[in-house]
């Protein structure tokens, strides 16, 4: 065997140790020290977020308008009292009830 060191065995004392991933992106706020602070970037989010909502409420309505304008417009043209002309054959028939019985034991 040689004198160098082995690199290829794994000891137990080898695992890095576990970082929280939101420790590097909000230093301050990640490790609990201040509660009020969250609580601030969070309402500013909130409120942030509120205006772009309120946009796409508002496209939503008016699509929905169109909508209805082109149903209104489609029936108005399309949707007429109907005429029928031309041979008809009338053909006389008779609807019967039927009655059904179950007979349970």
């Known amino acids: 065997m040689s004198d160098t060191p082995d ?6 004392n080898s695992v890095p140790p576990r970082r929280n991933p939101a420790s590097s992106a909000w230093p301050g706020l990640s ?4 509660v009020t602070a969250r609580a601030i970037v969070l309402t ?3 409120l942030l977020l509120a ?5 796409v409420g508002k496209i939503v309505t008016e699509r929905q308008g169109y909508e209805k304008d082109a149903i209104r417009n489609v029936t108005s043209t ?13 053909l006389p028939y008779v609807v019967r009830p039927t009655i059904r019985t179950t007979c349970r034991r």
């Open 7 to 12: 690199t290829h065995h794994c000891h137990a």
């Open 51 to 55: 205006f772009p909502l309120g946009l």
């Open 31 to 34: 490790q609990g020290r201040s």
């Open 44 to 46: 500013i989010l909130t």
């Open 78 to 90: 399309w949707g007429d009292a109907q005429t029928f002309s031309g041979p008809m054959l009338l």
